[in-house]
């Protein structure tokens, strides 16, 4: 029998997504997660940055997935389920002026 079911719950997880606009500039959202393992019943916290550098006004909308990851030997299968709505946060309002010809 394999003994391979050790999973680190320490550190964090991050990730920066860039995002092309129709306006002009960009806009740049960092998420992190501050622990990779939950138990259910625990709050999970998730920090979002975003930093709107287009002509654009932005309303970011999050939702939370859990990827369960399911091994047979070399075998896996992998499925994502959503543990929230759609969350919708504030508007973060453009920075860039847009010009006009």
Known sequence: MRHNL???????????FTFPSVG???????????????ESGHPTEVDC???????????????L????????????????VALTEALVGQVVKGSAEECKV
């Open 49 to 63: 940055f975003i930093w709107n550098e287009s002509s654009l006004d932005v309303t970011p909308r999050v939702t």
């Open 65 to 80: 997935y859990q990827t369960q990851v399911y091994m047979c030997g070399e075998r896996h299968k992998a499925v994502d």
């Open 24 to 38: 002009t500039g960009s806009i740049n959202m960092c998420a992190s997660v501050v622990r990779k393992g939950f």
């Open 6 to 16: 050790h999973v680190s719950v320490g550190g964090t997880v991050e990730k920066t």
